[in-house]
């Protein structure tokens, strides 16, 4: 197994060690526990509009795959909207916590950057192999990470239910919650 397909079959649990050392050098403010909040939300906002149009196999730990090219919804703004959603609800959660600042922050963004560099071109060498000319196209239009502000083009996909869309995201939101919970316990008993 690659460095690549680690990273893809272990990206849920690889935030884990930071989410704990935040919460053991957590030292959390007003300002920092609501900014954070808000940016923390504002990811898991994304990954729900991104799961909506993706489905639940964006859920997969095992190789990567797809059956479709979703180009839809937030698709159409960005390649990984949910890696987007991803950073920014890791990302808020350090706010919250604000330990050790910058320094946990500037390894966060190596580790991120690290991580998802990896998993991102694993994902398009397959979606290469698999769809070819129409992946071409979307990546010739359709940046990475940073999303370009009208839909490239208005996809055919329907998005799901927003109650299915939360069901495959239960996993994300609970931890979300819990975290949010034991960041707002330090900060009010430590």
Known sequence: MSVRQIFFKYRSFTPIPLIIAALVLADTSLWSFIIGFCVALLGESIRIWSVRYAGSATRTTGEVGADVL?????YGHLRNPLYLGNFLLSFGILIMAWPWMPWLMIIFLILFFVQYHAIISLEEEFLQKKFAGDYQAYMKNVPSMLPRLSPWKKGDRIPTSLKKALRTERN?????TLVTILVLLR???G
Do not use: A, C, I, Y
């Open 70 to 74: 979703v180009t839809s919804g937030p």
């Open 172 to 176: 994300s939101l609970q931890s979300f």
């Open 187 to 189: 900060w009010l008993l």
